[in-house]
DNA sequence: AAAAAAATAACATATTTATGCGATGAAGGC
DNA sequence: GCCTTCATCGCATAAATATGTTATTTTTTT
């Protein structure tokens, strides 16, 4: 038997989704709130297996509640978050907080049924659109740049030298060139990028993942 | 119609699915495949709005294929990942790759299809499980270091300024407090995180997310 | 073949960094 | 009250860096 809480404003849906849920073969739901405000101890008072936390709910917002909720210890209870609109910004920071799951409203019932026993089972069920929202963000994380500045193949080696640190002087000796040619070489990285100390260089060069 | 291509090695799940997929309503399979070592130009001659690719084929592997066809410039087709683990290794590289979705070969057949049209408009399906990956891989890129090296709140905000690019010059003007000031708590900041020099600092501020 | 871009190098100089040593006052723990 | 840590500041100096100018040789492009 899964238990699950439920937290959403909005009455009426509340209600149809507890009945819905406590009416189905292996779910109980121990608990209906309006609101987030006190998550932490209804949690406690009604522990329950999954929650699923309305992402727009007057008062404490649902990702505010689920980041009190793991602050408070609790990081057993599964949380599916419920949401209209799958904006990049709260999957994201919904993602951080801890949450298990992100799922539109528009989720079909007997979907809902099967994700919340997923979660229960150690899954992240996510609608597909928010999925792509998830990779999209890898991808732009774990991407280089498309720009890199026009740095030239022997630049880009110098400046990866940077990055890790060495001096004009070790650098040279590396590429067994003179150290005014690494001068040169980093003149130029300077002016490409914009930047005009090693430093700056280097943070640079992990921001945009030119290195 | 939704057109479908399949590279699978297993002859037997190979038609099966071919069956399933082009006997049901709305779906054409268009080519299947038992390796993809000329992914590209099959998907030249037979274009297909999705892919089922196996993860796990002799010859080129299914990742190794999806990278060619990227590399080609199509980025329109829909790629599905099949695969029978969900180890992380494999997600990560899929999803780097440009992989649209990462199924089980588990998954039920009236969810495959599922999985292919919710692909073929633009979601991102995954197997739960497979989700619970890439959100760990998400945690653990985001979360920050325990360690911060034990820097005092005011060495981390040296740190921060050093990471800004700042000279010391400007970090005193800013902090107003005297270079000198500035000098030592830079002193300290090298000694804790066993660096010489301000680039060797930014790095492995960026790299251990201590800012 | 001519032109453009990249890699190499030298020289000079002002500025910035790195490092060592020492010192003072404020805050907090015991 | 004593001890420790933190934040503050000064002075000195060697080393490294930033910047400008110029020039030669390869390599690449047109």
């Known amino acids: 038997m899964i238990t699950v809480s439920i937290y959403e404003d909005n009455a009426q849906l509340r209600e149809s989704l507890g009945i819905l849920i406590d009416g189905s073969e292996g779910f109980t739901v121990v608990g209906t709130f309006p609101n987030c405000n006190n998550i ?35 990081t057993e209870t599964k ?61 732009e994380i774990y991407s280089r740049k498309k720009d890199n500045y026009n740095l030239t193949a022997r630049e880009r080696e110098v400046l990866e030298y940077l990055v890790k640190g060495y001096s004009y002087k070790m650098i040279a000796a590396d590429m067994f ?10 003149k130029k990285i300077y002016e490409k990028l914009h930047v005009n100390s090693k430093s700056e260089a280097v943070a640079k060069a992990f921001k945009d993942r030119i290195v």
């Not at 949690?43 to 727009?56: F, K, N, R, T, Y």
């Not at 060139?177 to 980093?186: L, P």
């Open 79 to 139: 949380v599916l978050m419920l949401t209209v609109f799958d904006d990049d910004k709260s999957v994201f920071d919904a993602i951080q907080s801890g949450a298990n799951g992100y799922l539109l409203k528009k989720t079909a019932p007997s979907k809902l049924l099967e994700h919340i026993y997923d979660a229960y089972h150690g899954g992240s069920p996510m609608t597909s659109s928010v999925a792509t929202q998830v990779l999209k963000m890898f991808s």
């Open 40 to 74: 932490v101890d209804d949690c406690m008072q009604h522990p329950a297996d999954v929650l699923l936390l309305d992402i727009d709910m007057p008062g404490l917002k649902g990702i505010e509640g689920l980041k009190l909720l793991r602050a408070s210890g609790n």
């Open 177 to 186: 060139i003179a150290i005014d040619t690494v001068r040169s070489h980093i």
